[in-house]
């Protein structure tokens, strides 16, 4: 058998553009739609002048935080990491690059109307059957113990993995057949 060669460090003749590497039916997609049809004029207005560097696009922290939302990352650290990392993120910012404070200040200050963009999101995606809110959470509190629920499983819980797991199978074995 044939091994390919690695490819890693290989020049490209044209980069390609971040949202092609995206597909088309994903969730960061309606985060764009809903994002950009919101109206945050009334937030802008607070940045039209003054000194110092340009402040970043609201639109586009407000697109960062209701995509990390729908993944359940609340922490403006890890955030500010997926933009620097992940290719969605690099999307939906523009290749910006905010800091883990510009977030956090961010989202202190635009409380609002981040829970507006989410719900929105949220209302749209489940209507159109992309998201499961299994998925999403309002409560970012994580704590390490023994006998915290994060190690114990409730019977529900193991049938609905057992489920999970069962429907993986089985989707493994329908991609097999094509």
Not at 100 to 111: A, H, L, S, V, Y
Not at 139 to 160: C, H, P, Q, V
């Amino acid at each position: 058998m044939v091994i390919r060669s690695d490819k890693i460090g290989q020049s490209w003749l044209l980069p390609l553009a971040v949202s092609e590497l995206i597909p088309e039916d994903h969730i960061c997609n309606l985060v764009e739609v809903v994002v950009d049809n919101m109206d945050v004029s009334e937030i802008e207005q607070n940045y039209r002048s003054g000194p110092g560097n340009p402040a970043y696009s609201r639109r586009m922290l407000l697109r960062l935080v209701i995509m990390a939302s729908a993944d359940a990352i609340w922490s403006s650290r890890k955030i500010a990491k997926l933009a620097h990392e992940n290719v969605v993120y690099m999307y939906l910012t523009g290749h910006e690059k905010p800091d883990f404070r510009t977030i956090c200040n961010f989202k202190k200050e635009c409380e609002g109307l981040i829970e507006a963009a989410f719900k929105e999101t949220v209302t749209i995606a489940k209507a159109l059957g992309i998201l499961n809110l299994e998925h999403i959470s309002t409560d970012g509190t994580k704590m390490k113990a023994n006998a915290s629920n994060n190690y114990t499983l409730s019977k529900e819980e193991i049938e609905r993995i057992r489920r999970i797991i069962a429907r993986g199978i089985a989707i493994d074995k329908e991609e097999d057949k094509l």
